[in-house]
């Protein structure tokens, strides 16, 4: 018969065992356990309690001691505080449900409208960061007034024969910032439409780049006319009836008189005129310029 020594000692959730052969260490949590035998290895237990019926299987040997012994503290600590955390939570949850209801519901109510609040006015503030954000490379004064302006000009056109008024929305662009080119002026025309009023977009003419040129050409018809001091009435119109006449084989000169008489000016406002015309909209005819009278 030989001698048997066996010494246990519990400290925490860990429990030491002294032997005969050895020290051994094991941790678990009600039917889990791993525990490191004396000569290295390690075993997981899994019991069903008040049965008797337990699984135990080798889990590491004795060069992998590290990552076993984690990796049961790991579960096992997860279980406890699984346990000693459950029952204390469910208890506060329903006693607040039941004594305290009235201050969950307002502060609730107080949430919901504070964060309704803000996403009404992020969505109303969208609209114009969007906008400032996508003309930050354009040079406009006062971006969003003049964007409210473009916006009446366009509904005026819709609202009267429904179409847009390229033309007069480009040129309200290209007054109030003169020294912008014109390709500057039609993409901040396009962050209007395309930012405030998208409901538009079918109604963009596919000859949109036209338009624009020739928004442009009437505004260096118009600034020419200025600065040569010439007067006539509704410019625009006449430069276009000036190339119509020329088309039927009127010469330069005889043009001239009639716009002379027209308008009441000296014939050479009325070549100046003339040419100036022929320059901008009807350049087939610059041949004709040669016939201007000295």
């Known amino acids: 018969m030989s001698w048997q020594y066996r010494k246990s000692k519990k400290v925490g959730p860990i429990r030491f065992t002294a032997s005969k052969r050895g020290i051994s260490s094991s941790v678990g949590f009600g039917a889990y356990r791993v525990t490191r035998r004396a000569d290295g290895s390690y075993q997981r237990t899994v019991r069903i309690p008040g049965t008797g019926i337990r699984n135990t299987a080798r889990i590491g040997s004795p060069r992998q001691p590290q990552s076993a ?35 969950l519901l307002v502060w609730g109510l107080i949430i919901t409208a504070i964060i309704l609040t803000r996403r009404y006015m992020r969505q109303r503030q969208t609209p114009d960061k969007r906008f400032v954000d996508g003309i930050a490379d354009i040079n406009i004064s006062n971006p969003l007034a003049q964007a409210h302006a473009v916006c009446q000009i366009l509904d005026a056109g819709v609202t009267a024969n429904g179409t847009l008024n390229i033309k007069d929305a480009l040129n309200t662009v290209l007054n109030a910032n003169p020294n912008i080119p014109v390709d500057d002026a039609g993409s901040f025309l396009g962050m209007v439409i395309g930012t405030y009023r998208p409901q538009y977009k079918p109604l ?14 009437e505004r260096v018809f118009l600034d020419t006319i200025a600065k040569t001091g010439v007067n006539i009435r509704q410019p625009i119109d006449q430069a276009h009836t000036v190339c119509q006449v020329l088309d039927t084989g009127v010469t330069f000169e005889q043009m001239s008189l009639r716009v002379a008489k027209l308008n009441g000016i000296p014939p050479v406002d009325a070549a100046r005129f003339v040419g100036t015309a022929i320059a901008a909209y009807c350049p087939q005819h610059n041949s004709l310029m040669e016939e201007q009278p000295k």
């Open 69 to 103: 012994m984690l990796g049961g503290i790991g579960v096992g600590v997860g279980f406890m505080l699984g346990r000693l955390l459950f029952w204390p939570l469910l208890i506060i949850g329903i006693l607040l449900l039941i004594f305290a209801w009235k201050a």
């Open 204 to 217: 963009v003419p596919p000859n949109v780049g036209a338009i624009a040129e020739d928004a442009v050409r």
